[in-house]
Every structure is written in C-alpha cells, then in structure tokens.
C-alpha cells in the first residue's frame, strides 16, 4: 500500500494495490493474473506523527481492502474461473513490522556512523 499527501491539505490519498496470480500446480502454467488498484481519500485534520502514519498505513488500507478483495473476486468470477475469496489481511501487523524494520535499519546506521568516528 502507499500514501500521498494531496496538495497542502489535510487530505492523503491511501491505495492498496492486490495481485492474484493462479499457476498450475508445477508452476508452468499461469491461468490468469489478476489486479486491482483500490485507492481512497481520506481527510486526517489535527492528527500528526506517528499517529498519522499508523492511521495511513494500517487503518486506512483496511478500510480500502474489502472493495479491493470484492473487486478481484469480481474479475475472477466474470472470467469463468472458480470463484475467489481472499482472506482478511493484518494491515496493522504489517506495518508493525514495516516500522520495526525502519527503526533497526535506523538503529544500524547510527551504529556505523559512530564506528567510523
């Protein structure tokens, strides 16, 4: 998923992109690829920091992510393949670990920074 500022504003345009890729069972054959884009404004006033972030990176995909998953189902049904039902996604673990992984990232650029000195 990503997030964007829209002008000066309080606004963020928030999209959660969903990628569906059936092969055959030894990975020869792909049977259909299918992707969806699901993209929402929403309007953050007063709310900065890490609040923000967690808001644009975990709440607001999983507000967009049932749209996204009905829309895939859609694609798939209306291509004649079996229907399709992906399960919910853990947006706030993801991007828990997403900010765990900046902060040992963070942590070991400190750590370089003080051994060359």
């Known amino acids: 998923n990503s997030a964007r500022r829209i002008g000066e504003g309080t606004e963020y345009e928030v999209e959660v992109t969903v990628t569906v ?49 009905e829309a895939i189902g859609g694609i798939v049904d209306k291509g004649s393949f079996p229907a399709l039902m992906l399960a919910p996604v853990n947006f706030d673990a993801i991007y828990a670990q997403a900010l765990k992984r900046k902060q040992e990232e963070a942590a070991g650029e400190a750590s370089e920074e003080q051994q060359t000195h």
Not at 24 to 30: C, G, L, N
Not at 42 to 55: H, K, M, N, V, Y
């Open 21 to 69: 890729t059936a092969k055959s069972e030894d990975e020869q054959k792909t049977f259909y690829l299918a992707e969806v884009k699901q993209a929402g404004i929403f309007t953050l006033a007063g709310i900065e920091g890490e609040e923000r972030d967690q808001l644009l990176g975990a709440y607001c995909p999983n507000v967009l992510f049932p749209y996204a998953r």
